[in-house]
């Protein structure tokens, strides 16, 4: 195979590579006689499919300690015993990007499956991966994903991985899976000493090379720290074998930086903290180690990493920080569905509230109309906003009355999304949303006598930015955009519902869908909630759990279905009737399931008319394990194609095997 001008012109560092595979080609490359033997530590990988492209990526390590690159041969075949090569090319990596290497191969036929393996000196190779390209723009197929999130290494093992291996090598090919959605949380930036709830760590990272070290936990802040977080996570074989089988599409959420982060900020204290280098830092680990396809989308604005001078200015720093990486980008599989993917940490706001104003005035909870007021900003009520909060003795000024709207993408990737769904000739498009929009508020306002509002539980989610998601949601409905469907992860459970077109209209009309997928391994929602009930909330206790001769009960999980009120009268009476009679929470419309409890992973299908989803919990995902654990349960939903003007109808959940409380388990 020749090396094409356009291969010359496209080396872009010393680890990325472009590749045409050209049939009839020479297959003639050898490495260099110097070349070194080599080690592949953290396997091999391919990303985001293209009809006629895809990323190639592995990690290969010298076996002796050398200063000068690392040569070794790419090898890519049409069957897996590589009898018959179609590409066989020298690349090279060194020391500047860990030893990562990322070839972008192109001239590939569409809808088709190859094999491919790197090797080094002295019969040094790589594990072999297995990658595929998306079907040609007009072809209709079957469109088959796994969708997941949130894996924590220290939080248990990836049973997750190994499940969803086994069941998709027993299934048959038509259903197999074409590739993984990540939606982020890929590695956790903070190792802790012990879970929330006092109790031991599954797995423990090993020290970080730099780190920072607290009384309660340790967190990466350099590029050695982040490359040492990947190259942990990658050890694990479940992961290994998981990325050597599938493509991954991936985006991320806020620990491949710092949790809860907007744009190059860290928010572990109470006031933000710009950290420009540690993001960019952040940035760079990410494109080293992740397979994306970014620089090579042309016209998009999805680009490579470009290292940045930071300089003085604070604003200066941040926003060459944010720019260094730009993730978001529009992919599509087939006829049917355009896949577009969304950054919502980098270009975010900040939080609309600062910490502590809530309980300043003596509310328990962050109320939906203050969200709402400091979200908006100038643009509340019309234009209209108040001078004062209604809340406490309402003297409290509004510091939001002057400032502009909240934004969770950032107005030019909002634009960007907005203009990429409308243009969309596919019939689905599915956003990869870190975070979910399904509603999860407390309706505290049902409370006799109290005195509660509506409340918002985290406003770190879209929750927290009702402004623009109204703004998404409306457009929607102005521009008759159907088929948009949303795969979200982050909140550590699994739900689905209906959004509406506004975040507090009771009557507003559904104009897209939600699949929420709890982590791979990280600890459930439910588990972090009892420990903080019972540790310093006793007050709340009743919302999130009860106890009984059989366990424990998540009653959290009907606070969110059918409000506080039925979740208080089941705790004192356990009668699923009354609660069924006190619901559903009015303040979460649309809301049809919620399982707090859950580790697990999502699959989907589409075809022209209809999607099938599975949301799967695993059993425990705490332990180690020889056989993959099993499956719990399967929650299963049905979601027709609807059109322009109508609301999209999702049934669900039906279950196998067994149902989370308070559904009930199928019939035998």
């Known amino acids: 195979m020749p090396i094409t001008r356009r291969n010359m012109l496209g080396l872009l560092s010393s680890s990325t590579f472009f590749l045409t595979l050209a049939p009839g080609g020479a297959i003639s490359a050898q490495l260099p006689p110097d070349a070194p033997m080599l080690e592949f530590p953290q396997g091999v990988a391919s990303g985001d499919p293209q009809p006629d492209g895809i990323m190639l990526w592995t990690r290969a390590v010298p076996a002796a300690q050398t200063n000068t690159p690392v040569h070794l041969l790419l090898q890519v075949s049409s069957n897996r015993d590589f009898s018959t090569l179609l590409l066989q090319e020298n690349i090279q990596t060194d020391a500047d990007s860990d030893y990562t290497v990322r070839t972008y191969i192109d001239g590939l036929a569409p809808d088709t499956h190859y094999y491919y393996r790197f090797i080094g000196a002295d019969k040094s190779v790589s594990r072999t991966g297995r990658t595929r390209t998306a079907p040609s723009p007009g072809q209709a197929s079957k469109v088959n994903l796994a969708f997941v999130s949130c894996q924590s290494f220290e939080q248990g093992y990836y049973g997750s991985w190994a499940r969803m291996l086994k069941e998709d090598r027993a299934a048959d090919t038509a259903d197999q899976l074409q590739f993984v959605l990540h939606l982020g949380d890929f590695i956790y930036e903070r190792c802790w000493k012990e879970r929330l709830n006092g109790t031991a760590l599954s797995r423990i990272v090993p020290p970080f090379p730099n780190g920072v070290t607290t009384d309660k936990n340790r967190y990466a802040v350099s590029l050695a720290d982040y490359r040492h977080l990947y190259k942990t996570y990658l050890s694990d074989p479940h992961l290994q074998e998981a990325r050597a089988n599938w493509p991954f599409i991936c985006i991320w959420d806020d620990h491949e930086f710092a949790n809860d982060n907007f744009q190059g900020f860290s928010t572990y204290d109470d006031a933000p903290v710009l950290q420009a280098q540690r993001k960019m830092d952040a940035n760079q680990a990410w494109f080293e180690f992740i397979p994306a396809v970014l620089n090579e989308l042309g016209t998009q604005p999805a680009h490579d990493f470009e290292p940045q001078v930071l300089g003085e200015d604070e604003a200066i720093q941040n926003q060459a920080a944010v720019n260094s990486l730009r993730i978001y980008r529009k992919l599509s599989w087939g006829k049917y569905v355009d896949i577009v993917l969304t950054d919502t940490r980098s270009y975010r706001s900040a939080p609309c509230l600062p910490h502590g104003l809530s309980a300043s005035m003596e509310l328990p909870l962050d109320p939906v109309e203050l969200v709402s007021i400091a979200d908006a900003g100038s643009a509340y009520n019309e234009g209209n906003p108040p001078k004062t909060l209604p809340f406490g003795d309402g003297t409290v000024p509004n510091p939001a009355q002057h400032r502009a709207p909240g934004s969770m993408l950032g107005l030019e990737q909002r634009d960007w999304f907005l203009e990429t769904i409308k243009t969309s000739t596919a019939p689905w498009k599915l956003w990869g949303n870190a975070m979910p929009l399904l509603p999860m508020r407390l309706d505290m306002s049902t409370l006799p006598f109290a005195g509660y509002h509506d409340s918002v539980f985290n406003i770190d989610g879209w929750a927290g930015y009702p402004f623009e998601l109204s703004v998404l949601m409306r457009y929607l409905e102005e521009e008759n955009v159907s088929g948009l469907v949303s795969l979200s992860g982050d909140h550590h459970m699994q739900g689905a519902g209906t959004i509406r077109q506004s975040t507090t209209a009771a009557d507003a009309p559904a104009v897209a869908v939600d699949f929420n997928v709890a982590g791979i391994s990280s600890s459930p929602l439910f588990e972090d909630l009892i420990a903080v009930a019972k540790e310093d909330h006793a007050g709340f ?108 109808v999702l049934d669900g959940p039906d279950f196998e095997r067994a149902a989370p409380f308070p559904f009930k388990a199928p019939a035998v």
């Open 541 to 648: 206790g009743p919302l999130v759990y009860r106890e009984t001769e059989d366990g424990t009960e998540p009653v959290w999980n009907v606070s969110m279905l059918s409000g506080v009120l039925a979740a208080f009268a089941y705790g004192k009476t356990g009668s699923d009737t009354l609660t069924d009679w006190l619901g559903p929470n009015s303040a979460n419309p649309g809301l049809q399931y919620v399982d707090t409890t859950a580790n697990g992973y999502g699959l989907a299908s589409f075809d022209a008319d209809e999607m099938q989803v599975q949301l799967i919990t695993m059993e425990d995902c705490q332990v180690s394990f020889i056989d993959p654990p099993g499956i719990r349960h399967i929650a299963k939903f049905h979601l027709p194609h609807w059109s322009a003007g109508e609301p999209p």
